[in-house]
């Protein structure tokens, strides 16, 4: 099988309106997209094909504090669908929460997803998954299919001290659902998201460990850029020109 690559057009900063013509350009076929109104899909979805450009996985809100969650997400789970995708990148945090209520919720969202064949797949943040221990205790909690985590290989080291990103990514590697790629400088909360390739992380391994337990993607780049620097537009496309060479170089792409 092949891996499969996307970008989130904010890899562009604020250049995000050339994503899909430059993407097209270099070879990526796949996004990851905030979910639009429903009126906007339709729309949205006329401007990707006109690139030839599908959307792998939309992004979207997730309030756990919310109880009325489950029914109140049934529109993104529907949009997502209606897209043509089929995970849902959130970012969620339980605050003082009960665990064993957060777990619930997530559970009833997993029931919602599943009933339109998408997943939500949660981000490396804190508090629910900061590293490979906390994400792991997170989905034995949830125990739901339709409930993964996205694995982000730079957030890890941003959000943690003194780890190793693939060894931690190991321990929860059967609950991963997608994946950002991003680099990092490995500092602890240090922002130095440079082009794949040029810091830390270990995309061959990263590849390996994942191809090898039957996970082919989305592979989602996510470059977040260095603290204090001014990109001009042609810095920010060869920042993601450079991120898909090395990835070529690398062996993983078809």
């Known amino acids: 099988m092949q891996n499969l690559l996307a970008c989130r057009p904010a890899s562009y900063r604020q250049y995000e309106n050339l994503a899909f013509a430059h993407l097209a350009e270099i ?98 943040h804190p508090d629910l998954i900061t590293n490979g221990d906390v994400a792991r205790r997170t989905m034995e909690g949830v125990d739901h299919p339709n409930i993964r985590v996205n694995w982000d290989t730079a957030n890890v080291y941003y959000y943690n001290e003194g780890i190793d990103g693939v060894e931690e990514m190991r321990k929860v590697i059967d609950f991963i659902g997608a994946v950002h790629l991003k680099d990092t400088s490995g500092g602890f909360k240090t922002w130095y998201f440079p082009a794949l390739g040029e810091g830390v992380v270990d995309f061959p391994r990263v590849y390996r460990e994942l191809n090898a337990k039957g996970f082919y993607g989305p592979f989602t780049m996510e470059l977040e850029g260095i603290e204090g620097e001014n990109l001009t537009e042609e810095g920010a496309k060869e920042r993601v020109a450079t991120s898909v060479r090395y990835l070529r170089g690398i062996g993983v792409l078809g």
Do not use: W
């Open 27 to 124: 070879g990526v076929k796949h996004v990851e997209v905030a979910i639009p109104a429903v009126d906007e899909i339709p729309g949205t979805l006329d401007a990707l094909k006109q690139h030839g450009i599908t959307v792998s996985s939309t992004q979207a809100d997730l309030n756990i504090h919310n109880p009325n969650i489950a029914r109140d997400f049934a529109a993104v789970a529907e949009g997502t669908r209606k897209m043509g995708a089929k995970h849902i990148f959130v970012s969620v945090k339980a605050d003082d929460m009960d665990r064993t209520t957060a777990y619930g919720r997530l559970r009833a969202v997993g029931e919602t997803c599943a009933r339109h064949d998408v997943t939500v797949v949660m981000e490396t």
